[in-house]
């Protein structure tokens, strides 16, 4: 069985301050991507990344990077100088090549930045 | 970039109403999916499809069916609404491949009272 755990619900943090938001995964499959999705209050959910698990290096996208660290099964995501348009959920994802590949949702993590 | 349409985007409506959300994408997905999402979060995989004439019961128990005869529509339909299916209902589409990331529609937030 797969698993997400995301063991923060709320993190609040002040306007230009760095936050990572951690991710945690648990998979028997050797093959399997992982994701980070954002969620904004309207609603939507955003594809921010995906990573498969032969690709470990870190990714960096503007204020956003990624550190995928297969050996603690962990793909944490860190936002450098937050701004109040980061204010949303993050969810943190995973899929593989076995079974019908749904993706398994972590429970989000919310992100307040204010002012 | 995505297209994917879901309407209404909020619904309120009363106990024992039928009500069909749509769920619309011209990217040419084989691969469908609702998802619930109740007010702490969480998301919960209610259904899905892997084409035309296929589809899948997902994680969490649900009252709701779906169809799929088109390929770029996947409507989900509640015979009987009540107030424990006040949610908020997400689409999403992806290709074929186990690696395609999924894409999701905007949502609708629908309240039965």
Redesign the interface.
């Known amino acids: 069985a797969q698993k997400v755990t995301q063991a923060q619900t709320e993190i609040s943090v002040v306007e230009k301050e760095d936050v990572t938001l951690d991710c945690v995964y648990e998979t028997r499959d050797t093959?399997y991507?992982l994701?980070w999705?954002k969620?904004p209050p309207?609603?939507?959910?955003?594809?921010l990344i995906?990573r498969?698990s032969f690709d470990e290096q870190n990714e960096i996208s503007g204020r956003y990077s990624w550190n995928f660290q297969k050996s603690t099964s962990s793909f944490n995501f860190t936002i450098t100088a937050s701004q109040v348009v980061d204010s949303a959920?993050y969810?943190c994802a995973l899929?593989?090549?076995s079974g019908?590949?749904?993706?398994t949702?972590g429970?989000?993590t919310?992100l307040l930045v204010s002012p | 970039e995505a297209d994917i349409y879901q309407t209404p985007r909020y619904l309120v409506i009363g106990t024992g109403k039928k009500i069909t959300l749509e769920c619309s994408q011209t990217m040419g997905h084989d691969k469908m999916y609702w998802y619930q999402q109740d007010p702490g979060m969480e998301l919960h995989l209610i259904h899905y499809s892997y084409g035309v004439n296929s589809t899948e019961k997902g994680d969490l128990s649900s009252e709701s069916t779906v169809s799929r005869i088109r390929t770029e529509h996947f409507p989900l339909t509640l015979e009987s609404a009540r107030p424990s299916h006040t949610s908020q209902y997400l689409c999403a589409s992806s290709g074929v491949g186990h690696e395609e990331t999924q894409y999701f529609g905007p949502g609708t937030r629908l309240l039965v009272l």
Do not use: P
Request: proline letters at 0%.
């Open positions: 093959t991507y994701f999705y969620q309207s609603g939507e959910l955003v594809f995906r498969n959920v969810f899929t593989s090549n019908y590949s749904t993706l949702f429970k989000g919310m």
